[in-house]
């Protein structure tokens, strides 16, 4: 093994190839602190032919290569097993905006903050906004087909992919790069990569549309008693609006861990069981708007509002959630899409559960109530007991959901796979994935159990 | 308790800001917002009332083309009233003319206390309100982090370099409040409502009373400010430690 790492210092230089523990450690352990992992070297190429050239290594010595963004993923996927390479993206940094055409032509590891830094000099933004944007990476955003907050609106990641260039397992370097808006021509590279959490390719570079940044938003945060009832306000927000761009919830659990952490009060007396926060965004939008709309809603106990630069206030109730989780303890986190019309039931099921047969574990329920996208966060569970995960999980599928929404299913959830995808299912992307990566080096142990 | 806030409404500093060529003024032609570092003031000015047991407080502004958005929101926080000065002939006054302008719609009504932030986000002169006090002739005290009244005595920690002090002085008076001193409150939907129906007198010139307004300032030419140069990255091998601290010798920062 030792002659990997000889081999791949000749080929990139000593530098690019990193060995100190001190400076490994940060790529070893996920955001979580749940997952924690070995490595034989953290590799940091700068181009694409490096990556190919890494790739070719691995595969000639049978070496595991993990492709790691920003390290934000929440479900152990960027997480190295022992005696692999750490392929760090962060070194891939290139920005290439047509302002016309409204496409971005991005190396994979490009942060979000990054890209909308660059694309709001010329009044443009990316579509998809995620909390972690300081640090993921759009590699790591295009291989989870990251979700975020703006879905209801504008769509998920892959409905902004445009081109992917891609260094396979199998070494092969691909490149659909030219932004192309139609493109029949073949089985969509693109799409198979976005979601595909590393198990197939390094992502070395992405073409994504952009939209109009220069746009006046408003924030309502909005008390209410029942989870049923956020469901009528947003049901009712949605026929009344029709620049809805975000629609999420809170549970008073996860709010009160958010008081507990930071200086900020509860901006509207005391905290409510449930909050919504619904989005607005259009030239046009004024809160007025608004509170003329809650005022009528029976649902609503009490709202706070605001426009622009001030909403950030409102936004950190529940920005701040997966930091304020963390902050008191290793979650399990449990990220699952539920049939809109049964979150409510869902909800109240996994309550009851846990106050009847965990009354240890603390839960803290909120999420994208728009795309039915439930985050089940767990604290107070040891780091290797699942027993709970996979209750939970199967409740999940009785509800015809699944069990990853948006993270992916990394190392957290691949015992559970078949709980929503069959046999068949399983069986075929497996045959994809041997396919293209022959040698099984890619990302081994995420998404499927170690393949044989 | 009846306290005068001063708001100025302002461009979305969200939106990069655009000079007129000709007179180099700000270009406030689009909707304007309350600037945030009025909120501040507007926040004490509201828990000052409530303390004092009752009271109003009434908004002061003053705003080229009638804009009263900004307003709007901190009536929606809970302030009872506003005083809006609009008029084509105030475009681009000077910190003077302004100061004169706000006195005399101060003056409008009785008052114990004027509030106003230490200085706004798009023009930070950080001279009007001191002006206002002295056209008023009431003592001011800035730079304000807290603010209590006991037995008709004004009670101001005064933040300075060091710390605070502790400042008295009788009313009337103006206290120019720190941004972030305080958290301002939310507009609430019941507030959003209340402030459509609260009365905001719009006045011009000629009924202010000041007679002629004259602007005595100029701003002759405006220069880009220089780009700062960019700095060196250094990129962690292993060895970063060393180069920063080399950096730093090389500066006779260590
Ligand atoms: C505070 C916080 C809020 C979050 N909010 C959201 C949210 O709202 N919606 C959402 O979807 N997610 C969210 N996430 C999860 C996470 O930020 C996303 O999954 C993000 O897309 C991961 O990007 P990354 O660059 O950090 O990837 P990493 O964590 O480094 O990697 C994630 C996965 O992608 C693979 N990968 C990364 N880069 C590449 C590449 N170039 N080629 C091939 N494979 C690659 C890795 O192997 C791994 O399997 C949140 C995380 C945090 C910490």
């Given at each position: 093994m030792a002659d990997v790492v000889e081999a791949l210092r000749r080929s990139f230089g000593v530098g690019s190839v990193v060995t100190d523990p001190d400076i490994t450690s940060g790529y070893l352990t996920d955001w979580t602190g749940r997952f924690k992992g070995e490595a034989l070297?953290?590799?940091r190429p700068v181009n694409s032919w490096q990556v190919q050239r890494a790739v070719?290594?691995?595969?000639?010595?049978?070496?595991?290569?993990?492709?790691?963004?920003?390290?934000?993923?929440?479900?152990?996927?960027?997480?190295?097993?022992?005696?692999g390479i750490v392929l760090s993206t962060q070194f891939l940094k290139g920005i290439d905006i047509d302002v016309n055409a409204r496409v971005a032509k991005l190396s994979a590891g490009v942060t979000l903050n990054e890209l909308n830094s660059k694309a709001r000099e010329v009044g443009l933004r990316f579509a998809v906004d995620i909390a972690s944007r300081e640090s993921a990476t759009v590699g790591g955003m295009v291989a989870t087909n990251a979700g975020g907050i703006h879905l209801i609106r504008y769509g998920g990641t892959r409905q902004q992919l445009l081109g992917i260039e891609t260094v396979l397992g199998n070494g092969q370097l691909i490149a659909r790069m030219e932004g192309l808006h139609k493109d029949n021509s073949g089985y969509d590279w693109s799409s198979i990569l976005c979601g595909s959490e590393g198990t197939l390719g390094v992502i070395t570079a992405v073409a994504v549309k952009l939209i109009s940044a220069a746009l006046h938003r408003s924030v309502a945060l909005i008390a209410v008693d029942t989870l049923s009832g956020a469901i009528r306000i947003m049901g009712d927000a949605r026929r009344e609006f029709s620049n809805l761009d975000a629609v999420e919830f809170m549970s008073r659990s996860g709010l009160e861990l958010v008081q507990r952490l930071g200086s900020k009060a509860w901006p509207m007396g005391e905290i409510p069981p449930y909050a919504l926060l619904i989005e607005l965004e259009g030239d046009d939008v004024e809160v007025e708007d608004i509170a003329d709309f809650l005022e009528s809603h029976e649902d609503v106990l009490d709202a706070a509002l605001a426009s622009d630069a001030r909403a950030d206030g409102l936004w950190y109730w529940r920005e701040q959630h997966t930091v304020a989780i963390n902050h008191f303890g290793v979650p399990h986190k449990l990220d699952v899409a539920i049939p809109i019309g049964s979150v409510d039931s869902f909800v109240r099921y996994v309550s009851e559960l846990l106050e009847l047969e965990y009354p240890n574990v603390r839960s803290v329920i909120f999420g994208h109530l728009g795309d039915g996208n439930v985050h089940v966060n767990l604290l107070n569970v040891e780091e290797s007991d699942e027993e709970l995960d996979h209750e939970i999980f199967a409740t999940v599928a009785s509800y015809g959901g699944s069990i990853s929404a948006e993270h992916g299913i990394g190392r957290?959830?691949?015992?559970?796979?078949?709980?929503?995808?069959?046999?068949q299912d399983i069986e075929s992307m497996r045959g994809l994935k041997k396919a293209l990566d022959p040698a099984l080096i890619m990302n081994p142990g995420v998404l499927f159990n170690q393949v044989g | 308790m009846n306290i005068a806030v001063c708001v100025k409404q302002i461009p979305d500093q969200s939106v990069p800001g655009k000079l007129d060529p000709g007179t180099h003024n700000l270009v406030r032609d689009g909707k304007l917002i309350l600037d945030d570092s009025d909120s501040y003031g507007v926040e004490m000015a509201l828990q000052l009332v409530d303390r004092a047991g009752g009271g109003e407080v009434t908004l002061i502004s003053m705003a080229p083309n009638g804009e009263v958005s900004g307003i709007r929101t901190a009536l929606a926080m809970g302030a009872d009233r506003a005083v809006l000065v609009s008029d084509p002939s105030l475009a681009g006054s000077d910190a003077l003319t302004t100061a004169k302008v706000l006195a005399a719609a101060i003056r409008r009504n009785p008052f114990d206390l004027v509030m106003a932030a230490t200085e706004s986000t798009d023009g930070y002169t950080g001279t009007v309100p001191v002006q206002v006090a002295e056209i008023l002739d009431i003592p001011s005290v800035s730079f304000a982090k807290k603010v209590e009244i006991e037995n008709g005595i004004l009670k101001v920690q005064r933040q300075t370099e060091s710390g605070y002090d502790e400042v008295e002085c009788p009313l009337?008076?103006?206290?120019?409040?720190?941004?972030?001193?305080?958290?301002?409150?939310?507009?609430?939907?019941?507030?959003?409502?209340?402030?459509?129906?609260?009365?905001?007198?719009?006045?011009?010139?000629?009924?202010?009373?000041t007679g002629p307004l004259t602007t005595s300032q100029e701003i002759v030419s405006v220069r880009a400010a220089e780009e700062r140069a960019s700095g060196t990255v250094v990129v962690d091998e292993g060895d970063a430690f060393r180069q920063v601290v080399e950096f730093l010798e090389a500066i006779k920062v260590i």
């Open positions: 070297c953290v590799l070719e290594i691995a595969n000639s010595s049978h070496t595991p290569m993990i492709t790691q963004g920003g390290n934000t993923g929440l479900v152990g996927g960027a997480t190295p097993v022992r005696g957290a959830k691949v015992g559970d796979l078949s709980l929503t995808r069959s046999p | 009337p008076a103006l206290v120019t409040v720190t941004a972030g001193v305080v958290e301002p409150r939310y507009p609430s939907f019941k507030g959003i409502m209340a402030a459509k129906s609260k009365p905001v007198d719009v006045l011009d010139v000629a009924a202010l009373g």
